[in-house]
């Protein structure tokens, strides 16, 4: 799932972004685009099912996966503790010993989320860099 913020055109944080040097345009896109990620993986964590261990409702990360000057992704997800959430979410068939015995039904979590709160996380994410590029 993503998460666009365009920063281009007449727009004055286009213009003052592109003034500054790479490195700091780098570092307030990333602080940007983080603070929006959080937004997305805070509601994520809220949504998720707790199970009996509540592993996977406490291990919802946000990592950056790529950066560019003008461009953040980064990935909200389930981390290694609980690399079973994308089987949450989506569903899956139950299988013992080579045989398929049931369906466990999906448990979305993480779309519900991500549709819910885009529109909050591109708020904090341009608030966020107004704040850092004093506008």
Excluded: C
Excluded at 64 to 89: C, F, M
Excluded at 115 to 130: F, I, P, S
């Amino acid at each position: 799932m993503k998460v666009r913020l365009k920063v281009e055109g007449g727009d004055k944080l286009a213009r003052r972004l592109q003034m500054l040097a790479e490195e700091t345009a780098r570092e307030h896109m990333r602080e940007a685009a983080l603070a929006g990620a959080e937004v997305i993986r805070a509601e994520a964590a809220e949504k998720a099912p707790r199970g009996e261990t509540g592993t996977l409702k406490d291990d919802i990360q946000k990592e950056i996966k790529k950066q560019t000057k003008s461009r953040v992704d980064i990935h909200v997800g389930p981390g290694k503790k609980a690399w079973y959430g994308r089987l949450v979410e989506e569903g899956h068939a139950v299988v013992r010993n080579g045989k398929t015995i049931g369906h466990a039904p999906p448990y979305p979590f993480l779309r519900p989320a991500f549709d819910e709160k885009t529109g909050e996380a591109q708020e904090v994410m341009v608030k966020e860099l107004r704040r850092r590029l004093k506008l």
